[in-house]
Antibody, heavy 115, light 112 residues
Framework: QVQLQESGPGLVKPSETLSLTCTVS????????WSWIRQTAGKGLEWIGR???????NYNPSLNSRVTMSLDTSKNQVSLKLTSVTAADTALYYC?????????WGQGALVTVSS | DIVMTQTPVSLSVTPGQPASMSCKSS???????????LYWYLQKPGQSPQLLIF???SRFSGVPDRFRGSGSGTDFTLKISRVETEDIGVYYC?????????FGGGTKVEIK
């Protein structure tokens, strides 16, 4: 069964860039879509975007100008960058497999935006 | 964006009794390919969401048959025939017929 593990700094300063990595193991990395989803108490679950193993991406228009997703296929990793963060970006960030059918999720990485 | 509305917000159920929850979408989730892009997830306390139902009515691998998804178009239902204590958590519906994918606010199931 596929396993996904998010990693990255748990604390990011306002206006800086949030960077997270998702490492995939236990199953093929290709040919799948990999999604990022975040969860807050206030807004619930919010889809951030997805990337295919070809590199093709779709982002949530509400975050589009600040989000970049990329792949490192040699390491079976997916990365998320979110620029110009504010306190509203404080959330539990999940990596998950799939585009429309999202079947497996990582355990999540808590990121707090604070000075 | 497609708005997903779940009711009730919370549900208190006696073990062994049935439970039912609703999810309504602001647009039809039936695609021209014949599929309905509605999914149900359960987020148990302290865990990430786990897929229960895909395409409105198909149980995901390993999901007990006491879970049943139904509905079409914009109205969907998840039923648990006999609730067990391990079923507690928050149930979410999600649509993926169009970007951005969106989720309902959840139905929290508690045991009486």
């Amino acid at each position: 069964q596929v396993q996904l593990q998010e990693s990255g700094p748990g604390l990011v300063k306002p206006s800086e860039t949030l960077s997270l990595t998702c490492t995939v193991s236990g199953d093929s990395f290709r040919p799948y879509y990999w999604s990022w989803i975040r969860q807050t108490a206030g807004k619930g679950l919010e889809w951030i975007g997805r990337i295919y193993t070809s590199g093709s991406v779709n982002y949530n228009p509400s975050l589009n100008s600040r989000v970049t997703m990329s792949l490192d296929t040699s390491k079976n990793q997916v990365s998320l960058k979110l620029t110009s963060v504010t306190a509203a970006d404080t959330a539990l960030y999940y990596c998950a497999r799939g585009a429309q059918l999202i079947d497996f999720w990582g355990q999540g990485a808590l990121v707090t935006v604070s000075s | 964006d497609i708005v997903m509305t779940q009711t009730p917000v919370s549900l208190s159920v006696t073990p062994g009794q049935p439970a039912s929850m609703s999810c309504k979408s602001s647009q039809s989730l039936r695609h021209s390919d014949g599929k309905t892009y509605l999914y149900w997830y359960l987020q148990k306390p302290g865990q990430s969401p786990q897929l229960l139902i895909f395409e409105a009515s198909s149980r995901f691998s390993g999901v007990p048959d006491r879970f049943r998804g139904s509905g079409s178009g914009t109205d969907f239902t998840l039923k648990i025939s006999r609730v067990e204590t391990e079923d507690i958590g928050v149930y979410y519906c999600m649509q993926s017929i169009e970007v951005p994918l969106t989720f309902g606010g959840g139905t929290k199931v508690e045991i009486k």
